[in-house]
T-cell receptor, first 117, second 113 residues
Framework: NAGVTQTPKFRVLKTGQSMTLLCAQD?????MYWYRQDPGMGLRLIHY???????AKGEVPDGYNVSRLKKQNFLLGLESAAPSQTSVYFC????????????????FGPGTRLTVT | AQKVTQAQTEISVVEKEDVTLDCVYE???????LFWYKQPPSGELVFLIR??????QNEISGRYSWNFQKSTSSFNFTITASQVVDSAVYFC??????????FGTGTSLTVIP
């Protein structure tokens, strides 16, 4: 199993350009998440999905869009990149909570380092 | 509202010393889950432990141990006899009965040989 993979690993954009980050998981997980990591800020949730065809906003959704057309893929789009979106982006997935007193941990991808100039 | 506080931004210890990383959380839910992750210099996030709110039993795994105290809303992480390979950023996270995880800002640990 490859686990969670992210494409690309690095990208440099000019202000106003658009791009899509791809996250793929081969663990048949229901839940997928996009985070951004900035120095001193920890990980902040951008958007997440609890299943194919469904998405929801997280803590910092502005300037981003997402789509989950296939269960294994979760795409993060930047329509008009801004320097404030310079960050490291992490994708994560986890199985559906099975009920009772159990919640699974998240499995993370290796990250995408994005610089917007 | 859910919140996770890791007040220690950076810690440096000499190899073989013990070190405790603090994590304090806030939630109104009675059912919740707490996690610790490690992020070594290579950048990937590695899961270390999960604990649910109904299980206050402390856990030990090798040189790692975790102390969960609901009375003080804390879930602290201790590394015994630290090693250089323990140098990393450590994140504490909280998940309530919703689908979101809430991360602390992380503690950067440096173990000096």
């Amino acid at each position: 199993n490859a686990g969670v993979t992210q494409t690309p690993k690095f990208r440099v954009l000019k202000t106003g350009q658009s791009m899509t980050l791809l996250c793929a998981q081969d663990m048949n997980h229901e839940y997928m998440y996009w985070y951004r990591q900035d120095p001193g800020m920890g990980l902040r949730l951008i958007h997440y999905s609890v299943g194919e065809g469904t998405t929801a906003k997280g803590e910092v959704p502005d300037g981003y869009n997402v789509s989950r057309l296939k269960k294994q893929n979760f795409l993060l789009g930047l329509e008009s990149a801004a320097p404030s979106q310079t960050s490291v982006y992490f994708c994560a997935s986890s199985p559906r909570t099975s009920g009772g007193h159990l919640s699974y941990e998240q499995y993370f991808g290796p990250g995408t380092r994005l610089t917007v100039t | 509202a859910q919140k996770v506080t890791q007040a220690q931004t950076e810690i440096s210890v000499v190899e073989k010393e013990d070190v405790t990383l603090d994590c304090v959380y806030e939630t109104r839910d009675t059912t919740y889950y707490l996690f610790w992750y490690k992020q070594p210099p290579s950048g990937e996030l590695v899961f270390l432990i999960r604990r649910n709110s109904f299980d206050e039993q402390n856990e030990i795994s090798g040189r790692y141990s975790w102390n969960f105290q609901k009375s003080t809303s804390s879930f602290n992480f201790t590394i015994t006899a630290s090693q250089v390979v323990d140098s990393a950023v450590y994140f504490c996270a909280l998940k309530n009965t919703g689908n979101q995880f809430y991360f602390g800002t992380g503690t950067s640990l440096t173990v000096i040989p």
